[in-house]
């Protein structure tokens, strides 16, 4: 049986995801769960007023939502994870795994210098690494990294920060 060779991706940069879903402070549990479903969504990072990252909300935190039993009155600043794990974009797929596993984190964001701020500009999550895993050859993948076609990461940050305070000024109506 011969070895197949694996597809070309092997740092972080040419497997994320550039543009990070976002969600204000005050957005439902249960709306977020909806969306998520909805757009195929594992995580958020939950915006503050000014558009600074806050936290994430992944699906680890709506399922322990859920076990609470008192979801549908909780906000997304009332379970969210409080840091925004981060890992570099030139480190290794492997290493990025391991720290993901460390920080318990499916999701992992790299984040950006721009215009003075740091905000998450990819993430990186384990079905981005079981798609390499399973990837026959890199034509599976070209959807994913740096190189693959999209807005810059800039503009995917504000439009989406401006799509999420847009939902929380509406919800405050």
């Known amino acids: 049986m011969s070895k197949q ?21 005050d957005d439902s549990v249960v709306e977020l769960t909806r969306w998520f479903l909805e757009k195929d969504v594992e995580g958020a990072v939950v915006l503050d007023e000014n558009g600074h990252g806050a936290g994430v909300v992944t699906h680890d935190e709506l399922v322990k939502a859920y076990a609470r039993g008192d979801y549908e ?18 480190i ?23 215009g003075g701020i740091e905000y998450p500009a990819a993430y990186i999550t384990y079905k981005h690494l079981l798609r390499h895993l399973a990837a026959v050859d890199g034509a599976e993948l070209k959807d994913l990294g740096i190189k693959a076609e999209r807005e ?17 000024q509406k919800g405050r109506r």
């Open 5 to 25: 060779s694996k597809p070309s991706p092997r740092l972080v940069r040419d497997l994320m995801s550039v543009g990070v879903p976002t969600c204000a402070l």
């Open 73 to 90: 009155a909780l906000t997304a600043v009332d379970v969210m994870r409080a840091d925004v794990p981060a890992v570099p974009p030139d």
């Open 92 to 114: 290794p797929l492997s290493a990025a795994a391991q720290l993901m596993q460390d920080m318990k984190a499916r999701i992992v964001y790299v984040t950006h210098h721009a």
């Open 152 to 168: 810059a990461p800039l503009e995917t940050f504000f439009r989406r920060r401006d799509e999420a305070l847009k939902r929380a």
